[in-house]
């Protein structure tokens, strides 16, 4: 079975810095899709950024872009230039083909003025 | 963009009563539903997976006699929580895949919180 650990519960960064959200899975498939999820207070899911798992090059979406490291296992967020919108609870999600999306547990993100 | 509507968007009912939870795709065509429970402040778990016209995929631990999943039409798939109790107070999420080949993203409802009394 596949799991999703987001070993950082709660982080907090000054606005128009950066930061890095941390995620690591474990699954046996070859073949998957990773992605991050904004859930902000109104708690409407907001697709922030996806990852094929056959791509080697690290997918960016203007401020924010990840770093995936396949053989480890590992799918870090970086935010770059934090804005106050930023804040928010922040997903890591896994998903084989067309199965439902397993999520960790979440890094509650705050950006401070 | 792909839009997706759930209704209610919020049901309180009595204890030991039905209530039934709309998932709509308003402009694409879905394949696949899926529906997610998320308690306070933890994460979602998917419940269970619904195709068109095929019975639905239910996760392990998840009763599939009370949790009902009708996946009628492209369009619309309905969550009927039977006999409900004070622990299925939950929100509940749906989402729905187009089945793009590209990127098999899932666009995700509003949410629905249901409170049992």
């Known amino acids: 079975a596949q799991t999703v650990t987001q070993s950082q519960p709660e982080m907090s960064v000054q606005e128009a810095e950066t930061v890095t959200l941390s995620c690591t899975y474990d699954?046996?498939?070859?073949?998957?899709?990773l992605f991050w999820y904004k859930q902000p207070p109104s708690r409407q899911m907001i697709l922030v950024i996806r990852?094929?798992?056959?791509?080697?090059q690290n997918a960016t979406e203007n401020r924010f872009s990840v770093n995936f490291q396949k053989a480890a296992k590992s799918f870090s967020l970086k935010i770059s230039d934090s804005q106050l919108g930023d804040t928010a609870m922040y997903f890591c999600?896994?998903?084989?083909?067309?199965?439902?999306?397993?999520f960790g547990k979440g890094t509650k993100l705050s950006v401070k003025p | 963009g792909a839009v997706v509507s759930q209704h209610p968007s919020r049901v309180i009912c009595k204890s030991g009563t039905s209530v039934k939870i709309e998932c709509r795709s308003l402009?694409?065509?879905?394949?696949?539903m899926f529906w997610y429970r998320q308690f306070p402040k933890q994460s979602l778990m998917l419940m269970a997976t619904?195709?068109?016209?095929?019975?639905?995929?239910?996760e392990q631990g998840v009763e599939k006699d009370k949790f009902l999943i009708n996946h009628a039409s492209l369009t619309l798939s309905t969550l009927t929580v039977t006999s409900a109790h004070p622990e299925d107070s939950s929100f509940y999420i749906c989402?729905?895949?187009?089945?793009?080949?590209?990127?098999?993203?899932?666009?995700f409802g509003p949410g629905t919180r249901l409170t049992v009394l």
């Open positions: 990852q094929e798992a056959y791509k080697q």
């Open positions: 999600a896994f998903m084989k083909l067309t199965i439902g999306l397993i």
């Open positions: 619904s195709n068109e016209g095929s019975k639905a995929t239910y």
């Open positions: 402009d694409f065509q879905a394949t696949t």
């Open positions: 699954t046996s498939e070859s073949n998957y899709y």
């Open positions: 989402s729905a895949n187009s089945g793009t080949p590209k990127y098999n993203e899932q666009f």
